[in-house]
């Protein structure tokens, strides 16, 4: 299976800030990737795919980029309703999470 | 709206047996592959299982293969997970998920609320 691997694992940071969380595949997956939110007892949400593609209804606040094994989330200005924990999934080959990022309040 | 409820979780002992149950709504159920992920405090989240839109097709993580089947009734908007020879490592909040189209291995556009399994004495 392909591993992903997340950084950093948590990042503290205030409302206003740039956000920038990396995923970095173990084999290059073709932009076949997507990232989520999830907050606290509820469910992961979809915010991007195809790595730069935003999900209908997300904030543009929000964008993605990357080729090959390495991909970028970006949270332009962070929002009092973006701390949650973040995961990057890739779905080229046997779906695979990475191990999540945790945006906690400064 | 797209809605995905679970349901079945709950306690067992290591060594039983337990069927999770997903009912949707709010799409055409048959046009899409469909997905169970769960979520552990120590190893976040793993894709557990697919199945084809047709339900023809199955497919499995290495964790479960074996133990699992997952299946789904199209006439009942359902989808189902089979869990036999649980392990205590198979506690977990078990989502049900939509794949984007019809292809297996896909992103997850919705998803359930999750359904808390315990294997446990």
């Known amino acids: 299976d392909i591993q992903m691997t997340q950084s950093p694992s948590s990042l503290s940071a205030s409302v206003g800030d740039r956000v920038t969380i990396t995923c970095r595949a173990s084999?290059?997956?073709?932009?076949?990737l997507a990232w989520y939110q999830q907050k606290p007892g509820k469910a992961p949400k979809l915010l991007l795919y195809?790595?730069?593609r935003l999900e209908n209804g997300v904030p543009s606040r929000f964008s993605g980029s990357g080729s090959g094994t390495d991909y970028t989330l970006t949270i332009s200005s962070l929002q009092p309703e973006d701390f949650a924990t973040y995961y990057c999934?890739?779905?080229?080959?046997?779906?695979?999470f990475g191990g999540g990022t945790k945006v906690e309040i400064k | 709206e797209v809605q995905l409820l679970e349901s079945g979780g709950g306690l067992v002992q290591p060594g039983g047996s337990l069927t999770l149950s997903c009912a949707a709504s709010?799409?055409?159920?048959?046009?899409?592959?469909m997905s169970w992920v769960r979520q552990t405090p120590g190893k976040g989240l793993e894709w557990v299982s697919a199945?084809?839109?047709?339900?023809?097709?199955?497919y499995y993580a290495d964790s479960v293969k074996g133990r699992f089947t997952i299946s789904r009734d199209n006439s009942k908007n359902t989808l189902y997970l089979q869990m036999n020879s649980l392990r205590a490592e198979d506690t977990a909040v078990y989502y049900c998920?939509?794949?984007?189209?019809?292809?297996?291995?896909?992103?997850?556009?919705?998803w359930g609320q999750g359904t808390l399994v315990t294997v446990s004495s």
């Open positions: 998920a939509k794949g984007y189209s019809s292809s297996w291995s896909s992103y997850f556009d919705y």
């Open positions: 709010g799409f055409t159920f048959s046009s899409y592959a």
């Open positions: 199945v084809s839109n047709s339900g023809g097709s199955a």
């Open positions: 084999q290059g997956i073709s932009n076949s």
């Open positions: 195809a790595a730069s």
């Open positions: 999934q890739q779905y080229y080959s046997t779906p695979t």
